[in-house]
């Protein structure tokens, strides 16, 4: 009887300790709105920024991936669909991405960028677009 | 010819000639089977009733006493126990692990394969 206690109260703990934590997905689909195809085509580079109840940034495939998005191949008017996984179940959630027309990426380089906001929740998955916005300057670049 | 008569007939009149040998009127003896010739053997009626074989032979004691100073690792609950225990602690750390990670989340969902990619928690 104490050995089952035991390992009851070293289960208890175990799951004090580690938490129940379970996936959240965030499908973002990257739409290109106004921006022409002329200057997505000059885009080097893609980064996602993420903000708010979770931080994170990674950059988009370029050449060479199985799926590319920047430089865009074909995928215009809609770039395509990135998930996110998190285990953040609440407070919101920004994805910002950047497209710069030089490498390496600066803010000086952003030719267009867009974001979306999400409230994290109990939902598995929850989709959403950015849809793009052209910057100050252009992508086309000499 | 008379000679030859009168040694024929001392020849015949001898106690240990032939002649008087063959005429042996003794009767045989009866055989005995095996079965009769070992009644000992075959009944074997004394070993049952004879308490002393039950008792302690000072060979007994010497078995018990030689097992009584084995070493603890040379006794085989030592080994039962000891197998018992190491099978039970790699059982609880497996379980452990595969519950930790539950409990952590799991796995992440395989990425959709018409995605640009899958980031974030799990796939970093």
Same mark, same amino acid.
């Given at each position: 009887?104490?050995?089952?206690?035991?390992?009851?109260?070293?289960?208890?703990?175990?799951?004090?300790?580690?938490?129940?934590?379970?996936?959240?997905?965030?499908?973002?689909?990257?739409?290109?709105?106004?921006?022409?195809?002329?200057?997505?085509?000059?885009?080097?580079?893609?980064?996602?920024? =993420? !903000? @708010? +109840?979770? $931080?994170?940034?990674?950059?988009?495939?370029? #050449?060479?991936?199985?799926?590319?998005?920047?430089?865009?191949?074909?995928?215009?008017?809609?770039?395509?669909?990135?998930?996110?996984?998190?285990?953040?179940?609440?407070?919101?959630?920004?994805?910002?991405?950047?497209?710069?027309?030089?490498?390496?990426?600066?803010?000086?380089?952003?030719? =267009? !960028? @867009? +974001?979306? $906001?999400?409230?994290?929740?109990?939902?598995? #998955?929850?989709?959403?677009?950015?849809?793009?916005?052209?910057?100050?300057?252009?992508?086309?670049?000499? | 010819?008379?000679?030859?008569?009168?040694?024929?007939?001392?020849?015949?009149?001898?106690?240990?000639?032939?002649?008087?040998?063959?005429?042996?009127?003794?009767?045989?003896?009866?055989?005995?089977?095996?079965?009769?010739?070992?009644?000992?053997?075959?009944?074997?009626?004394?070993?049952?009733?004879?308490?002393?074989?039950?008792?302690?032979?000072?060979?007994?004691?010497?078995?018990?006493?030689?097992?009584?100073?084995?070493?603890?690792?040379?006794?085989?609950?030592?080994?039962?126990?000891?197998?018992?225990?190491?099978?039970?602690?790699?059982?609880?750390?497996?379980?452990?692990?595969?519950?930790?990670?539950?409990?952590?989340?799991?796995?992440?969902?395989?990425?959709?394969?018409?995605?640009?990619?899958?980031?974030?928690?799990?796939?970093?």
């Amino acid at each position: 009887m104490t050995r089952v206690r035991g390992l009851l109260g070293a289960a208890a703990l175990l799951l004090l300790a580690g938490g129940c934590n379970s996936y959240h997905y965030f499908d973002i689909t990257v739409d290109f709105g106004s921006v022409s195809f002329e200057e997505a085509g000059g885009i080097k580079r893609c980064e996602v920024f =993420v !903000s @708010g +109840a979770d $931080t994170d940034n990674f950059v988009l495939p370029s #050449t060479g991936a199985k799926r590319v998005a920047c430089p865009i191949d074909s995928n215009w008017p809609e770039l395509g669909t990135f998930e996110y996984s998190t285990f953040t179940d609440s407070g919101s959630l920004t994805f910002t991405m950047n497209a710069y027309n030089m490498t390496p990426p600066m803010d000086s380089y952003i030719c =267009v !960028s @867009g +974001a979306t $906001t999400l409230s994290a929740s109990s939902a598995i #998955t929850q989709t959403a677009t950015i849809t793009l916005a052209q910057g100050n300057q252009t992508c086309i670049t000499p | 010819m008379l000679l030859l008569c009168a040694v024929v007939g001392a020849l015949v009149a001898t106690p240990w000639s032939s002649a008087w040998a063959a005429e042996d009127t003794e009767e045989p003896k009866a055989m005995k089977t095996e079965h009769e010739a070992a009644p000992q053997q075959a009944e074997d009626t004394d070993t049952a009733k004879d308490k002393s074989l039950l008792t302690h032979k000072p060979a007994d004691d010497a078995v018990a006493s030689k097992q009584a100073d084995q070493a603890f690792y040379e006794k085989w609950q030592f080994w039962a126990v000891t197998g018992g225990i190491v099978a039970g602690a790699a059982l609880a750390a497996v379980g452990g692990y595969f519950l930790y990670h539950s409990l952590n989340g799991g796995d992440v969902r395989p990425c959709n394969a018409n995605f640009l990619g899958c980031y974030g928690q799990g796939n970093q």
